[in-house]
């Protein structure tokens, strides 16, 4: 199938958005103190599109919950009856997130869709929501997604950019072709590589992801001093993806765990990783070595939130930098 990018008038924004939502449930950004949230279109709704990333709860967590119900159950003596929990089926248009935050939903991809048995709650939400990304109007100063080396396009059905007076709609898949069918074609295809390029040269952070990171190397009990175990980096972060499963009542629930914490991956007999600076480093290295090694990617798509909300500052980028240096400079393999 062809697909023709096309332009949206910025005065008819409103109706093309209302008329989705005559066959879809509609998600936002909209601004709720200083944070920005997806919440469903409704009356008294105001759409915020100039946000930071920083600022922007993960994308995540609409397709992963922080917690969810898998299924509920009954004890009766000696059986256990088992109450399945009703699959959510509506189908959805995000609008408005950040090109990293559709990337980010690709990597989560790997291990929910392609390793088996598929998650199939994950699955159902994946296929069912239709995602129009926004280019970012600037980046912030802790952004560095240009060194990941993916695509601006990465996970979206649609990517728009801001022009003046008027929306570029950049389409990427079938889907998103269907639901701009009538607008306008965009007949200069120049325009939107020039904003990409204009938006990229204003990243002004970048590193090299080629040097090993050593598994034994001593550095990592100096660059994890810092680390207070607490959590955020992972939660805010796109593509962390681990999760508990724990029973409350009759209920089997879900909910988003870290590798962060001191009880992750705890066992009756064991701790694999009892000290904070073994956490740290599987963080690091399930990112960067890992992930890379099994789905030929990083688990990282360079939003720079884990920079920006570190209660005690620490940046990723510096400790990817000094752990690749330093591991050459003691000669330690990764």
């Not at 728009?160 to 709609?169: A, K, N, P, R, T």
């Not at 688990?299 to 330093?326: L, T």
Request: aromatic fraction near 10%; proline fraction near 5%.
């Amino acid at each position: 199938m062809n697909l023709s990018d096309k332009l949206l008038n910025k005065e008819k924004l409103n109706d093309f958005i209302k008329a989705l939502k005559k066959d879809f449930s509609v998600l936002l950004p909209v601004k709720d103190g200083n944070l920005i949230f997806f919440k469903g279109l409704k009356d008294g709704i105001k759409p915020c599109f100039d946000y930071s990333i920083a600022s922007s709860h993960p994308l995540k967590s609409i397709f992963l919950p922080q917690r969810e119900e898998l299924f509920r159950f009954k004890i009766k003596k000696n059986e256990i009856e088992i109450l399945e929990s009703s699959m959510n089926d509506e189908k959805r248009i995000i609008i408005g997130c950040r090109p990293c935050e559709a990337k980010g939903l690709t990597i989560i991809d790997k291990p929910f869709l392609e390793w088996q048995p598929r998650d199939e709650a994950y699955l159902k939400r994946r296929e069912n929501t239709i995602i129009i990304s926004i280019l970012c109007p600037e980046p912030e100063d802790t952004c560095f997604c240009t060194s990941l080396g993916y695509n601006l396009e990465d996970g979206s059905d649609i990517l728009m950019i801001e022009l003046s007076g008027c929306y570029y709609l950049e389409v990427l898949t079938e889907r998103g072709e269907n639901l701009v069918k009538d607008l306008p074609l965009a007949e200069d295809k120049k325009i939107k590589e020039k904003e990409k390029e204009i938006l990229t040269s204003k990243i002004k952070r970048h590193i090299s992801i080629n040097s090993p990171i050593a598994f034994d190397n001593p550095l990592w009990k100096e660059i994890s001093q810092k680390c207070l175990g607490c959590g955020i980096c992972t939660y805010l972060c796109p593509t962390c993806y681990c999760f508990d499963i724990a029973d409350e009542k009759n209920s089997r629930f879900r909910c988003w765990d870290s590798c962060s914490f001191s009880y992750f991956t705890k066992m009756a007999a064991h701790q694999p990783r009892p000290e904070q600076f073994q956490r740290y480093r599987n963080r690091i290295m399930h990112k960067f070595s890992y992930f890379k090694e099994r789905f030929n990617e990083f688990a990282c798509v360079g939003c720079g939130r884990c920079i920006r909300h570190c209660p005690v500052s620490m940046d990723i980028m510096e400790v990817i930098e000094k752990s690749g240096v330093r591991s050459q400079e003691s000669g330690v393999k990764g």
